[in-house]
């Protein structure tokens, strides 16, 4: 792979389009930065609508080129397989690039990278493994059945927190069915998705089945919604984009799939070990800088045994090694975003200023190599309650708000009393209660005595603001795939024509 770190530095990077990198038409470039020392390290391209039309023509020629079009389901396996080899190859420099661009632990890109190619391959098993079915129907000399094929062109538009293990989960199902991709990445993490067109390239797919616009919501984000030659919108991010996203697809009556913010409850009952859910509590919240959507951060604990499980969580906590994010005693790296860091500083200060009190971290460090990146200490509230606004709003950052409840009844309504519904998780010896949890849950994901842990082979998405629509599993080739029905006479003698034969 030609693209490394080092040829990155200074660069300026183009749009993939057609197989190839091109500049901007409009020849305009924006700064991306590197959040442990907030300096500019790149240049990406400011794609606008006449790039974004040039990716999706692309696109639309190459779903309809034999080429593509007209490959064996088998063969598509293959190309999927040979991409997955070559991620494979490259994991490390993609993990050095994504790091270098988000500021996420290295290590945690690392195994990110290692873990992707798994997905890639099982997902190329599925390309001709994708079945119609034949249906019944009252008349002997007529088939009825259901074709299932691809959809066309899908946009896809990434995050910047794990922008390419978020798109692994929808852009393998999505070759391997047939599709073709524009995708555009954040602008605040673009170089590892570039890295990966140029995998993409030399795995052998033809030209215009993934393309890549790079550049601001604004520009190239908002043409790409609103473009009718799109078939499917895939979108990971924030509500409030999802709603502008939604609105802009609806006006050409464009299917979506999102998955949106998240404000996940972590449940601590009193009958385990504390600190076995400290160290869940802990890698659910402060992981990634507590830059994940599935963030656990409303901790609710039993009433019982909150004073202990707080004054554990917080010693766990003040034992958090924040750091360079490539060095491998680090726990924590930086925000992402200067805006983000401002936006977590905004919160904890709300926090306070409601009642709630800094029991650990709370602020920027402020010694060293810490005063030029945006990092920002893990914080724990406590004196929280379930209305405040940090305990409301996705922080997006590594704060999680402590509270205690008196009963099962109790805990389940502060836990649902939330617009948001993607994940949550509960800590107990207790199998019925922990299953009475999920069922009463309002949660895609419900995790049991652990939390993240995840896996490509299950159907995953959110409910309620977190979004719609399902990731994951045999799941998703449904939603990347389209359902023709298909029916034929072959009696050779057509009855009265103005009575439908078919019931």
């Known amino acids: 792979m030609k693209t490394t770190v080092k040829t990155i530095e200074g660069s300026r990077q183009g749009l993939f389009i057609g197989g190839q990198f091109v500049a901007p038409k409009n020849g305009r470039y924006i700064d991306s930065f590197d959040p442990t020392t907030g300096e500019r390290w790149y240049e990406l391209a400011e794609a606008d609508a006449d790039d974004v039309e040039a990716a999706v023509s692309s696109a639309q020629a190459a779903f309809r080129d ?11 396996g293959r190309l999927v397989r040979k991409l997955a080899d070559l991620v494979l190859e490259h994991a490390d420099e993609l993990a050095d690039i994504e790091t270098r661009d988000n500021g996420k632990l290295l290590k945690e890109t690392r195994a990110q990278m290692r873990a992707m190619p798994d997905a890639y391959h099982y997902f190329a098993g599925m390309a001709d493994k994708l079945q119609g079915e034949t249906i019944p129907v009252n008349k002997l000399d007529m088939l009825n059945f259901n074709l299932r094929e691809p959809i066309g062109v899908v946009g896809m538009i990434t995050p910047w927190n794990s922008p390419l293990m978020l798109l692994t989960g929808t852009l393998a199902p999505c070759l391997a069915i047939g599709n073709t991709v524009v995708v555009k990445p954040s602008e605040h993490a673009t170089a590892s998705t570039l890295a990966l067109a140029e995998l993409i390239a030399a795995a052998g797919f033809p030209a215009g089945v993934v393309n890549v616009v790079t550049g601001t919501g604004k520009n190239a984000g908002e043409a790409l919604t609103r473009h009718p030659g799109v078939a499917k919108y895939v979108f990971t991010g924030s509500t409030a984009t999802g709603r502008r996203i939604a609105g802009n697809a609806a006006e050409n009556l464009i299917p979506c799939s999102m998955e949106l913010g998240g404000k996940s409850p972590h449940v601590i009952f009193a009958d385990v070990d504390i600190e076995h859910a400290v160290n869940g509590v802990v890698s659910g919240v402060f992981a990634a800088a507590g830059q994940t959507c599935v963030a656990g951060s409303r901790c609710f604990v039993e009433a019982s045994v909150y004073d202990r499980f707080v004054e554990a969580l917080v010693a766990r906590t003040q034992r958090i090694r924040v750091g360079h994010p490539t060095v491998d005693v680090t726990d924590i790296g930086p925000l992402a975003l200067a805006d983000q860091l401002s936006k977590v500083e905004g919160y904890v200060a709300s926090a306070v200023k409601e009642g709630a009190r800094v029991a650990a971290g709370g602020k920027r460090p ?23 606004t940090f305990m409301r709003d996705e922080l997006f950052g590594p704060v999680v708000g402590v509270m205690p409840f008196s009963s099962e009844e109790q805990m389940i309504a502060l836990a649902n009393d939330t617009r948001y519904g993607l994940a949550s998780g509960i800590w107990t010896k207790d199998i019925d209660r922990a299953l009475r949890f999920a069922n009463q849950i309002e949660a895609g994901t419900v995790w049991i005595n652990t939390y993240r842990s995840s896996s490509f082979m299950s159907a995953n998405g959110g409910f309620k603001e977190s979004g719609y629509g399902r990731r994951g599993g045999f799941e998703v080739m449904r939603e990347f795939s389209r359902l023709k029905n298909v029916i034929i ?3 050779g003698a057509m009855q009265d024509p103005f009575v ?3 019931k």
């Not at 034999?66 to 598509?76: A, G, K, L």
């Not at 402020?366 to 405040?388: C, H, I, K, L």
């Open 366 to 388: 402020q010694s060293g190599e810490f005063g030029r990146g945006w990092y920002f200490e893990p914080t724990v509230m406590t004196d929280a309650q379930n209305d405040m």
């Open 500 to 502: 439908i034969r078919l």
């Open 66 to 76: 034999p080429t593509w079009r007209r490959m064996t389901q088998t063969d598509r």
């Open 489 to 491: 006479d072959y009696s």
